[in-house]
């Protein structure tokens, strides 16, 4: 498990044949084989280091689910070791599972901050836009993150100084994707709602209250 702060950029040194090479100046220092580390938010587990460089293992279905098969050798990777008991959590529970892929479709300067638009570009199960709501929150390249506004299969976020000059985010410029993971507790939040509406035949629409919450151990 992860809380979306990114504690480095790593640098892309190779991807072929299910396994990636990240040189990372810190997150190395303290790696073992087996570890769970996010890179640009997929959860991967360390199989070699050497030096400064550690290597991943990842499967054919994350290469093509993912954002991995747009990756450059050189490109810069958002790095996020897993939590430890101990652990601040500054962002909000991210699994390092995404539910897919987004585009960027434009950034601009808003006073100190930069926001960017994203179009969903992919789901990987069921429909990733339901569970994106205004002022929730969301993982982008790993980046834990407050969603602005989302309406038809776009989104917008704001990225204040500190995190656009700390990850990759200021070096991607439109039309680059990015992986998405949803909030887990909106989506099963979400999730179980539909699952009453179809076993009970309700109407979750119309009879969503306060007390409907609590019969349902919501609230």
């Known amino acids: 498990m992860f809380s979306g702060i990114i504690k480095e950029q790593g640098i892309i040194k190779s991807i072929s044949n299910g396994v990636l090479s990240v040189y990372c100046e810190k997150a190395a220092k303290d790696a073992y084989i087996g570890q769970s580390i996010a890179v640009n938010g997929i959860c991967l587990t360390v199989r070699k280091i050497v030096w400064k460089t550690l290597f991943f293992d990842y499967t054919p279905e994350t290469f093509r689910a993912s954002a991995l098969k747009y990756l450059k050798i050189g490109e810069s990777v958002n790095i996020e070791p897993a939590l430890s008991v101990n652990s601040d959590i500054s962002g909000h529970f991210v699994l390092g599972h995404i539910d897919g892929t987004g585009q960027i479709i434009n950034k601009k300067k808003t006073g100190n901050s930069v926001v960017i638009g ?17 002022k929730g929150s969301i993982s982008i390249d790993g980046i834990s993150l407050t969603v602005n506004d989302a309406k038809d299969g776009e989104f917008s976020v704001s ?36 699952d009453i509406s179809e076993k009970d035949g309700v109407n979750i629409k119309t009879r969503l209250t306060m007390q409907f919450l609590a019969e349902n151990g919501f609230a």
């Open 118 to 134: 994203i179009k969903i570009n992919s789901s990987i199960e069921g429909d990733i836009k339901k569970y994106i709501v205004k």
């Open 159 to 194: 990225i204040i100084p500190h995190t656009y000059e700390e990850t990759n985010l200021k070096y991607k410029p439109a039309g680059s994707f990015v992986n998405l993971e949803s909030d887990i507790i909106e989506k099963i939040v979400v999730e179980r709602l539909e």
